[in-house]
């Protein structure tokens, strides 16, 4: 059974708004999936892609790493106020009583800073194993493209009208020239 593919405006409007224009839908289907894999397997795309990728970790990374650089900071302060109050006992300007409060003190505020370095290092480690590289990439596209060809036919269709919004096939009818216009869902993509 042969299918076609017919303007919309014809199927949606009728024959005051355009010629019938039917086109087998099996060369157009194998240009547009031969388009597509072209697109994702364009090396400049796929380097476009993993620095899409990098950036968007180095940007999130960015600020907790300003708050793990505030968080030492603070620690180092603690660690001389720690200090002080030794020698302050020391000199004899504050009593034991004083000490040990100060020191309790100086001993929470420290935990609480240790447990939140810990818990930025921790996001931080998890955000730098986020880097890929561009033979991951590659790696991911080949394989999209074996898991994408053992579909059936229907459902392969299917997938691509999901991020295709029209195909515009020339006066002509060579379906080399066709234009091909991506649908919202392909902008939601996230690279």
Not at 127 to 149: D, Q, Y
Not at 157 to 173: E, K, T
Request: glycine fraction near 4%; charged fraction near 25%; hydrophobic fraction near 35%.
């Amino acid at each position: 059974m042969n299918h076609y593919y017919v303007c919309g405006n014809y199927s949606n409007k009728g024959l005051t708004a355009c010629k019938a224009n039917a086109i087998p839908a099996s060369p157009v289907e194998n240009e547009t999936i031969s388009r597509f894999q072209h697109m994702l397997t364009n090396k400049r795309l796929l380097n476009e892609i993993v620095s899409r990728i990098n950036r968007r970790s180095r940007i999130a990374e960015a600020p907790l790493r300003e708050q793990l650089a505030q968080n030492i900071v603070k620690l180092k302060q603690l660690e001389k106020q720690l200090r002080r109050c030794y020698e302050l006992f020391e000199e004899e300007h504050i009593e034991l009583t004083e000490l040990v409060e100060k020191l309790e003190s100086l001993k929470q505020a420290t935990a609480v800073l240790n447990e939140n370095k810990h818990q930025l290092e921790s996001k931080l480690s998890k955000l730098e194993g986020n880097t890929v590289s561009l033979t991951e990439v590659r790696r991911a596209v080949k394989s999209l493209f074996k898991s994408f060809h053992a579909i059936e036919a229907g459902k392969r269709n299917a997938l691509l009208r999901g991020y295709i919004q029209s195909i515009h096939i020339p006066p002509d009818r060579d379906v080399t020239g066709i234009q091909i216009q991506g649908a919202a869902a392909i902008k939601q993509l996230t690279i």
